[in-house]
């Protein structure tokens, strides 16, 4: 039968991606439902799996119809429902929320490259979920006393324009350094609160996780989760800006895995991918060149940190490959 309405490459892909994702975030969800011993939470995990398991079976609606193999994704040999409990109360709704920024943004850029009716809806269904439940685990994380408010300030008076260009200053030791700005402190205290959760993600990981190389690639992860958060705390410092985020819980002493080392490494893969794109706005919207230029090379730490990953998920035949166009030059030769 022929297609009268096939979707385009650039659909294609955004509907792997988002497929891989949503199988990732389900298995995971289930784990958090079946540890969880706080209703409010559990409410809030076991209506996200729903919704997603709804959008999950669209698309693989439109893999049939569209006679395209469904992506493998994650299943239910990536989770172990019987691991002992490996994170504290608190932590499936951090790292929810976490979750939703991410996928926040991913769907903003899907939409962008989406023709297919069927498709928009599929985003825009998974956008008004994704803020109902961020909204849902802010107000749950604000009501525990786990989520740390940002620094308040003086509000306004008055609207002014920047002067010199000694406004853009901040590696000169011998001028002294302006006040931080409220949107770079604003970037300052998601750096923190994101590697703060990631730190512990990744921990829980390190320490169940049963492959050497994963093993030693988390730990080296949890050092630049470190490294990230230092970094942002001594810019606050130095503009005598006190703050100290919480980690959401702490991870028990538990070494049986949860989740499957191919599942933990790309839940950090996804993870390293959002952090980029933070620390990119971060550094264009910074106008301290002092803090655009750290924010850069902790970017670069990033990205090499994630080529890492993306070889150890090579080598041992966890890295799905994305569906790609016909190799024409290949075809022709008849290779």
């Known amino acids: ?123 825009e269904g998974l956008t008004s979920v994704t803020q109902k439940i961020y909204k ?37 030791p011998f001028n002294e350094k302006r006040a931080l700005n409220d949107i770079e402190l604003g970037f300052l205290h998601h750096g923190i609160e994101t590697n703060n959760i990631g730190l512990q993600l990744i921990t829980g990981f390190a320490q169940c996780a049963e492959n050497k190389d994963v093993k030693k690639y988390f730990v080296k992860g949890m050092e630049l989760c470190k490294k990230q958060i230092k970094a942002f705390e001594d810019i606050l410092l130095e503009s005598n800006v006190q703050f100290s985020a919480t980690s959401g819980s702490t991870v028990t002493n538990s ?29 264009f919207f910074s106008l301290r060149n002092d803090i655009s230029m750290k924010t850069t090379l902790l970017a670069k730490d990033v990205y090499f940190y994630g080529q890492e990953g993306a070889e150890i998920k090579i080598k041992h035949g966890w890295f799905e490959e994305p569906p790609q166009m016909e190799d024409r030059a290949q075809i022709i030769k008849g290779d």
């Open 1 to 123: 039968m022929v297609q009268t309405n096939p979707i385009s490459a650039p659909e294609v892909g955004t509907l792997w991606l988002t497929y891989t994702e949503k199988t990732l975030n389900m298995r995971m969800l289930e784990y958090f439902i079946e540890k969880s011993d706080d209703q409010q939470a559990r409410n809030i995990t076991g209506g996200l799996w729903q919704e997603l398991n709804f959008f999950v079976l669209q698309m693989e609606e439109i893999f049939i119809d569209q006679k395209m193999v469904k992506p493998v994704g994650f299943t239910k040999e990536d989770v172990n429902l019987e691991a002992p409990k490996l994170y504290d109360n608190g932590f499936d709704i951090m790292f929810v929320r976490v979750l939703k920024e991410v996928s926040m943004g991913m769907y903003t850029i899907n939409m962008n490259m989406a023709y297919n009716d069927k498709i928009m809806q599929i985003y």
């Open 136 to 172: 849902l685990s802010t107000l749950y994380l604000l009501e525990k006393g786990i989520l740390t408010l940002p620094p308040k300030v003086t509000m306004p008076k008055t609207n002014e324009f920047i002067k010199s260009k000694s406004y853009l200053n901040g590696f000169n």
């Open 255 to 283: 070494t049986v895995a949860p989740f499957s080392d191919k599942l933990m490494m790309h839940c950090v893969y996804l993870l390293n991918g959002f952090g980029l794109v933070g620390n990119s706005f971060g550094t």
